[in-house]
Nanobody
Framework: QVQLVESGGGLVQSGASLRLSCAASGRAFSRYAMGWFRQAPGKEREFVAAISWNGGNTYYPDSVKGRFTISRDNAKNTVYLQMNSLKPEDTAIYYC?????????????????WGQGTQVTVSS
């Protein structure tokens, strides 16, 4: 139903900002909630942010709340993750995902489609 491609990762200094983008194919992008997850080496994939199908609701864990912002532009079939005040512990591969659960979800099991990931590295 949908293919996802992330971009915007890179190497930055502590305190810097990055904006990740996730471009979706298909004509039904607005019918999916979207999420961002991250995975560091040797660790489980963890929830970062989610946004409902119409952008009306967003969700974040305490570890990124106030620093990260998820948004979407349904006209461009794109979801974004704005990351400010980056810390070394934010270093991970970041994945975007699409869910048929329209409100958005914290759980990996609720996501049906995944991108290939983009590397974010934050140096101290």
């Amino acid at each position: 139903q949908v293919q996802l491609v992330e971009s915007g990762g890179g190497l930055v200094q502590s305190g810097a900002s990055l904006r990740l983008s996730c471009a979706a194919s298909g004509r039904a992008f607005s019918r999916y909630a979207m999420g961002w997850f991250r995975q560091a080496p040797g660790k489980e994939r963890e929830f970062v942010a989610a946004i409902s199908w119409n952008g009306g609701n967003t969700y974040y864990p305490d570890s990124v709340k106030g620093r990260f912002t998820i948004s979407r532009d349904n006209a461009k079939n794109t979801v974004y993750l704005q990351m400010n005040s980056l810390k070394p512990e934010d270093t991970a591969i970041y994945y975007c995902a699409a869910s048929e659960y329209l409100r958005g979800s914290y759980s990996l099991k609720d996501y049906d489609y995944w991108g290939q990931g983009t590397q974010v590295t934050v140096s101290s």
